[in-house]
């Protein structure tokens, strides 16, 4: 199915280092999720955002809704080694609650 | 948020066999999804499961290779059918909040 244009695919950074990873879509959506996924684990819901525009914050993390409603960034401040994992992006249109994920950023943090 | 579990939470099947994953929400939810995770990819949507209708596949998948059940508002089915080492994946199952999705931990399924 359709994807998300997500990059990195994959980071490895010092511990300490602020990451930052962006989404990119040809379609607009109303939505944009970031979720993250641990091994063996489903994917956790870190942020929703809803208009464009948004800048919205989580604890050392911080991702926006661009204002085309096409793209969206999410950062890290000061990574820490628990913030390993895959990073993904999902996009919501109008179709219902369909969403459509980037291909996921691989983050490895180096203590 | 929703509580959602899944069993099995893994499994190794011989091919040809058909393997049925359970997933149970710990609150009534309209929608519930199933999703496809290769190995080393993204989430691919196999279906949207409303209670009380018909599910609705995304291109590539067919109700006969995943055949699922959706008997009320907390539970849902997704069977796999005569699988193929194709099929090892992990199976997610999700339910849709207000504006979000929330995903069950999933079932990593390997066919031999």
């Known amino acids: 199915g359709q994807q998300l244009n997500q990059s990195p695919q994959s980071m490895f950074i010092q511990e300490g280092e602020d990451v930052s990873m962006n989404c990119t879509s040809s379609s607009i959506f109303n939505t944009w999720l970031w979720y993250k996924q641990e091994p063996g684990e489903g994917p956790v819901l870190l942020i929703a955002?809803?208009?464009?525009?948004e800048l919205t914050s989580n604890g050392r993390l911080t991702a926006q809704f661009g204002i085309t409603r096409k793209d969206s960034f999410l950062n890290i401040s000061a990574s820490i080694p628990s913030d390993v994992g895959i990073y993904f992006c999902a996009g919501q249109g109008n179709a219902g609650n369909m969403l459509t994920f980037g291909g996921g950023t691989r983050l490895m943090v180096k203590p | 948020s929703a509580v959602i579990s899944q069993k099995p939470s893994r499994d190794i099947c011989q091919r040809g066999t058909s393997l049925t994953i359970q997933c149970q929400v710990d609150?009534?939810?309209?929608?519930m999804f199933w999703y496809r995770q290769q190995p080393g990819q993204s989430l691919t949507l196999i279906a949207t499961a409303n209670q009380g209708s018909e599910a609705t596949y995304e291109s590539g998948f067919v109700i006969d290779k995943f055949p699922i059940s959706r008997p009320n508002l907390t539970f849902s089915t997704l069977t796999v059918s005569n699988m193929s080492p194709e099929d090892s994946s992990i199976y997610l199952c999700?339910?849709?909040?207000?504006?979000?999705?929330?995903f069950g931990p999933g079932t990593r399924l390997t066919v031999l």
């Open positions: 999700s339910v849709a909040g207000y504006n979000e999705q929330f």
């Open positions: 955002l809803y208009k464009a525009g």
């Open positions: 609150s009534q939810v309209t929608m």
